[in-house]
């Protein structure tokens, strides 16, 4: 069954652009989906600091409720001094009155510490919602850019099948089954150009007679790997 290393040269050209035109078409859902996935990362982590954030002041507005309580306490505990009868109730308010301020100066701290993370919490918001807003352009920009180029990979991959087709028709019906196979079980890799006395895909050697097949364009396939052999373009 004669083949010519022109024809396999062409129908291996024409495999590997339409793997690489199919392999760009859906690589670009696939990009699109991963900035997509990006963003409502990014704002899973606006939300995340937003309700932390929240928290933290809810623990100072509490904090503070608890300390305004406690000067209502102390204001009290102070009225009733001057209505003790006796020095034990006296000394006992007053030992009262004594621990309620230490508490009190302790959430004072408290109260402090917390409103710097609450400051500290803006910061992080901002932050945050900057990083999401570059996450949403740079999303735009990929789904613009994919869609652009969709309808050009599109019409190209229709080009070069027809082009594929039109190139089997004129293999010999003894090649096609073979032919056929390797493709369906190596898809663009089914072909391979001769390197020296190798086979250009499993390099593994060839024998002086599979050359000499190949010289007199008989069909040859690697022995290793399968492939179906050409030798490359002589040069001009």
Known sequence: MAVTAALLRELH???RQLADLRERHERGPKQIKAHETNVKRLEDEVAKVKADALAARKSVDN?????RSK????????????????????QALLEQ???????????????LDA????????????TAELHLTKG?????????????????????????DAELKQLEVDLPPDFRDGYDRVVRAKG?????????DCCGGCYQQMTPNMLSHLKLAVA???????RMLYFPEEPA
């Open 220 to 226: 040859v396939a690697c022995k290793s790997c399968g």
């Open 188 to 196: 663009d890799d089914a072909l391979a150009e001769v390197e020296g």
């Open 63 to 67: 904090k503070q409720l608890t300390l």
């Open 115 to 126: 409103l710097g993370k609450v400051d500290d919490f803006k910061a992080l918001i901002g």
């Open 97 to 111: 009155i004594a621990a309620d301020k230490v508490a009190m100066s302790v959430l004072e701290d408290e109260i």
């Open 71 to 90: 000067e209502d306490k102390i204001a009290q505990l102070n009225a009733k001094l001057s209505a003790c009868s006796t020095n034990r109730e006296y």
């Open 13 to 15: 050209r024409c495999h």
């Open 136 to 160: 949403k352009e740079e999303a735009d920009k990929v789904r613009t850019a994919v869609d652009s180029q969709r309808a050009t990979i599109e019409a190209d991959i229709v080009r070069v």
